[in-house]
């Protein structure tokens, strides 16, 4: 099984609701990330968990709380959104090894709309 | 920015042509990856190239690195419609880290006419 599931696919909510965002992977990777991509733009890196330990947090506001509750589940929990962050969620994973950089494997993403 | 930039934004093409991206990036690094994505959709890996490695073949993909020129590029032979998506070079930039920080270039927007 080589794939990474996204759940939902597309999801709208108020800013004052709480929503969370599911990703999940049986390739037993090690490694578990979530990216943001806005319309026409790269994906940029939010969260990196490594052996389900946070180890990337690149400057991310608070109103997105991750967690990975075991090496084959990540969650990214939303809170008091703004428009802005309209945007598809991509969940990607991947091995680690010890000098060499592997592949990631992406899921297809969650299109989030903040109203 | 360690970014890489990628040139063209967008190419159109004729099927059957080859169609050739490029890829810039600043800081030295340890793999350079292309991706392909579709239309609102997850990325898909497609070669990874290592600093010490020159040129990479997987079927009708080719891709050069040259670390002096801190450049890449991927060439895709016979295109086909199917081939029509956004291309991305991302870098891992060699740290003392060995969980790699991925930095994808702005991608390529490839169109393939039947």
């Known amino acids: 099984d080589t794939e990474v599931t996204q759940t939902p696919k597309h999801l709208v909510m108020g800013m004052t609701n709480k929503k969370s965002l599911k990703c999940e992977q049986h390739m037993g990777h090690r490694a578990m990330y979530w990216y943001k991509q806005k319309a026409k733009k790269p994906p940029e890196l939010m969260f990196v968990?490594?052996?389900?330990?946070?180890?990337i947090n690149e400057s991310v506001p608070s109103r997105f709380s991750p967690e990975c509750p075991n090496s084959s589940l990540l969650n990214l929990h939303l809170h008091a959104l703004q428009p802005e962050d309209s945007a598809l969620y991509l969940c990607a994973s991947s091995q680690e090894g010890l000098a060499e950089f592997y592949e990631q494997y992406f899921g297809p993403g969650t299109r989030l709309t903040v109203t | 920015s360690q970014q890489g930039e990628e040139d063209p934004q967008a190419l159109s093409i004729q099927e059957g042509e080859n169609a050739t991206m490029n890829c810039s990036y600043k800081?030295?690094?340890?793999?350079l990856q292309w991706y392909r994505q579709n239309s609102g959709r997850g990325l898909v890996h497609l070669i990874l190239i290592r600093s010490n490695e020159r040129e990479k073949h997987s079927g009708r993909l080719r891709v050069t690195l040259d670390t002096s020129k801190k450049s890449s590029s991927l060439l895709i032979t016979a295109s086909r419609a199917a081939d029509t998506a956004s291309y991305f070079c991302?870098?891992?930039?060699?740290?003392?880290?060995?969980?790699?920080?991925?930095?994808f270039g702005r991608g390529t927007q490839l169109t393939v006419w039947p």
């Open positions: 968990y490594s052996y389900e330990k946070l180890s």
């Open positions: 800081t030295s690094i340890n793999n």
């Open positions: 991302a870098t891992d930039p060699q740290r003392g880290s060995t969980l790699g920080r991925l930095y």
